[in-house]
């Protein structure tokens, strides 16, 4: 592979090409073979304070490929102020990896100074968007540059909800000038929660603005999808990915999967499912579903942070 570097958004960032997670499973796999892939995405809160191991290879991988840093405890959306040690130890991690940008999500991860370690919906509200706006603005001065934010799955929506979510993150980008990771798997499975049409969301979300597009598996429990990133990516997210790269004319693409991981070749192996799929050929694979028709509590790759 070689990596691309046609630039499509408003921001200037390239297309990076085709990428998965930087996961320890696959550390001695990567020491000793070539990475293939055009670039690696980390969990932020995987490497920062951490000088171990995990640091060794994470230096090693940036010196070979393009890294983007990917954060789940930033919690922009929260009424807790900023975390200003959080963000001081992400900007050091920054320093150090030279990220081609830095991403979160649009939720919040808590209150009181609380972690629920989990990505929790935002009331999509004018005062929400606000406060939200506020909030990013001043993360993206902290940083020196700009935030790039990815919709999660939900599970739930507020009542006082007056905003469908497209209609919060468009507006959040013109204010901000934020970027946007796509996530097609968490509109398909929040489409399918709350019952609204996935393509209409990806047609309506300012497509210079994405960055970035996530790829990943779900599970289906009864009467919900759960975000899980455990299984290879149904069919009808492959369909909404390829409508994604169509709008967006090309951006970068991660596959993720954080838990039951596959040994790496088998990973490259789904990831490059992607080419076929530009071409139009769409793979037959029904959404995975659970023994049992329960609902789990709703985890996304929150829970999936590496402790080692």
């Known amino acids: 592979m070689h990596m691309k570097t046609t630039t499509t958004n408003r921001l200037g960032l390239p297309n990076l090409g085709l990428g998965v997670g930087l996961r320890s499973k696959h550390y001695s796999y990567l020491m000793r073979n070539d990475p293939v892939v055009d670039w690696f995405e980390i969990i932020s809160e995987n490497y920062m304070n951490n000088f171990g191991y995990a ?4 230096e090693y991988v940036a010196g070979i490929r393009p890294i983007v840093m990917h954060g789940v405890s930033m919690s922009i959306g929260s009424t807790d102020p900023l975390n200003t040690a ?4 992400l900007k050091e991690l920054a320093d150090f990896v030279q990220p081609v940008w830095i991403s979160d999500h649009l939720c919040w991860t808590g209150v009181a100074h609380i972690n629920t370690h989990d990505l929790l919906p935002m009331p999509l509200t004018m005062e929400s968007l606000q406060h939200v706006a ?3 603005q001043k993360v993206q001065e902290f940083l020196g540059r700009p935030l790039v934010l990815e919709n999660p799955s939900t599970y739930m929506e507020f009542e006082a909800s007056t905003l469908y979510e ?12 934020c970027g946007l990771l796509l996530d097609v ?3 398909f499975v929040s489409s399918y929660n709350h019952n609204f049409d996935p393509e209409l969301y990806i047609r309506s979300i300012p497509h210079h603005a994405v960055v970035q597009i996530h790829l990943a598996g779900p599970t289906s429990c009864g009467p919900y999808l759960i975000d899980t990133h ?3 990516v149904p069919t009808p997210v492959w369909h909404l990915y390829r409508l994604a790269q169509e709008l967006t004319g090309g951006v970068s693409t991660l596959l993720e999967w954080d838990a039951n991981i596959p040994d790496y070749p088998e990973l490259i192996a789904e990831l490059n499912i992607a080419k076929a799929v530009m071409r139009d050929e769409f793979p037959d694979v029904p959404v995975f579903r659970a023994e049992q028709e329960v609902v789990p509590t709703p985890l996304d790759h929150q829970m999936q942070v590496e402790h080692e």
């Open 134 to 136: 506020a909030r990013v």
């Open 166 to 177: 497209w209609e919060f993150l468009s507006e959040l980008v013109r204010r901000t000038g």
């Open 55 to 58: 640091r060794h290879i994470l």
């Open 86 to 89: 959080y963000l001081q130890q």
């Open 230 to 232: 455990d299984q290879p």
């Open 185 to 187: 798997n968490n509109v």
